[in-house]
């Protein structure tokens, strides 16, 4: 019995962890998953740039209680006409680690309050190219929902630039449950 109760702990232990929540994402602010092109378009404004026929982007500021607004280049990405995937993109220059590491986990933050669950993996790498041209230290915040949509809240700062990148992406379910 000791010997099944600790393969059970280490089964849970080694599993990925999967939110198991009520709230998942469906979209972000007015655009949802599965939205046409023409429903997309309709949602935000006409205000947007089509890139191909794949992506539309868009400027958006999002508000924050602990620093200004910081504009995103937000991308609607579709396939077979409907949208499936948005992408956030906020880059920042002369901007220190901990301050966009900190941006990251502010996100990871909201994230975590709007959708009841915590992150089901964090990563701290730091890594480097061309013998320390580009040295780059990323926080990567991931949240697995049941339904198998996910987010991701990536910072990347590029030490030799002091450049902070912010990127939040939005997955729609890859399992059949949507419409389309």
Same mark, same amino acid.
């Given at each position: 019995m000791?010997h099944?109760a600790?393969?059970?702990?280490?089964?849970l232990w080694? !599993?990925?962890?999967?939110?198991?929540?009520?709230?998942?994402?469906d979209?972000f602010?007015? /655009?949802?998953?599965?939205?046409? @092109?023409?429903?997309v378009?309709?949602a935000?404004?006409?205000?947007? *740039?089509?890139?191909?026929?794949?992506?539309?982007?868009?400027?958006q500021?999002?508000?924050?209680?602990?620093?200004?607004l910081?504009?995103?280049? /937000? !991308?609607?990405v579709?396939?077979?006409?409907r949208v499936?995937?948005v &992408?956030?993109q906020?880059? *920042?220059k002369n901007?220190?680690?901990?301050?966009?590491?900190g941006? !990251?986990?502010?996100? !990871?933050?909201?994230? @975590?309050?709007?959708y009841?669950t915590?992150?089901?993996?964090?990563r701290?790498?730091?890594?480097?190219?061309a013998r320390? %041209?580009?040295? /780059?230290? &990323?926080?990567?915040?991931?949240?697995?929902f049941s339904?198998?949509?996910f987010? @991701? %809240?990536? &910072?990347n700062?590029?030490?030799?630039?002091?450049?902070? *990148?912010?990127?939040?992406?939005? @997955?729609? &379910?890859?399992?059949?449950?949507?419409?389309?």
């Amino acid at each position: 019995m000791r010997h099944l109760a600790l393969i059970a702990l280490a089964v849970l232990w080694i !599993a990925p962890a999967q939110a198991e929540t009520k709230n998942a994402p469906d979209g972000f602010g007015p /655009v949802k998953f599965g939205m046409t @092109r023409e429903e997309v378009w309709e949602a935000i404004g006409g205000e947007g *740039e089509w890139i191909e026929r794949e992506n539309l982007i868009q400027r958006q500021d999002l508000p924050s209680d602990s620093f200004d607004l910081l504009n995103f280049r /937000v !991308a609607y990405v579709f396939q077979d006409d409907r949208v499936i995937h948005v &992408s956030l993109q906020h880059t *920042e220059k002369n901007l220190i680690n901990d301050r966009c590491s900190g941006r !990251a986990l502010y996100f !990871a933050g909201l994230i @975590r309050a709007i959708y009841g669950t915590d992150y089901t993996s964090h990563r701290d790498i730091q890594w480097s190219f061309a013998r320390d %041209v580009l040295d /780059v230290r &990323s926080n990567i915040y991931f949240f697995v929902f049941s339904t198998g949509s996910f987010i @991701r %809240v990536t &910072s990347n700062y590029y030490a030799k630039r002091s450049n902070c *990148e912010l990127t939040i992406h939005y @997955r729609a &379910s890859r399992l059949s449950i949507l419409p389309f």
